[in-house]
């Protein structure tokens, strides 16, 4: 391998793990504000469960 295709390869290899990492963490930054802990997970019964288990 000529030392310019590996340098286009492990700078695209760079930006593909950087890219896939970054939208993990997006991700999980966004589905932490919709749950009542991080991820999103949380052992609160949610309203509709609730409405089943009083009935």
Do not use: D
């Not at 695209?12 to 970054?22: D, I, R």
């Not at 993990?24 to 469960?49: D, N, V, Y």
């Amino acid at each position: 391998m000529s030392p310019e295709f590996q340098s286009y390869a492990a700078i695209t290899l760079f930006v593909l793990a950087t890219g896939y990492l970054v939208g993990r963490w997006w991700r999980r930054r966004r589905s932490a504000q919709t749950g009542c802990a991080s991820g999103g997970e949380c052992a609160c019964p949610t309203p509709k469960l609730k409405k089943r288990t009083e009935a």
